[in-house]
C-alpha cells in the first residue's frame, strides 16, 4: 500500500519488501524513517510544544537541517539564504 499516492506534487516511489526490494537506485525506506527521527527528536528536545499553525515552519527547518547534516558550515548557508 502507497501511503503517499495522493501527494501528486511530490516526487516519490515505492519499495515492495515482499518482492524482496529494499534499494532501487537512491529510492529506500532509510531516507524518510532518518528524517522523522531527526524531526521527532527535535520536537522533544528543542519545542516540546508545537502549533498546528505554524507546522508547516517545523517541517521546513528540519528538512533544512537534515539536507545540511553533512555541511561543515550550516549555520553560514542558512545565513546566506535570509
Not at 53 to 70: G, T, W
Request: hydrophobic share 35%.
Amino acid at each position: 500500500m502507497d501511503g503517499y499516492k495522493d501527494l501528486t506534487d511530490y516526487p516519490h516511489a515505492t519499495i515492495d519488501h515482499a518482492k524482496g526490494q529494499y534499494v532501487i537506485g537512491a529510492i529506500h525506506t532509510q531516507t524518510i524513517e532518518g528524517f522523522w527521527s531527526i524531526f521527532k527528536r527535535g520536537v522533544v528536545g528543542t519545542f516540546h510544544k508545537m502549533s498546528r499553525k505554524y507546522m508547516p515552519l517545523y517541517v521546513a527547518e528540519f528538512q533544512f537541517r537534515y539536507n545540511n547534516r553533512e555541511n561543515a558550515d550550516i549555520f553560514g548557508t542558512a545565513v546566506k539564504g535570509c
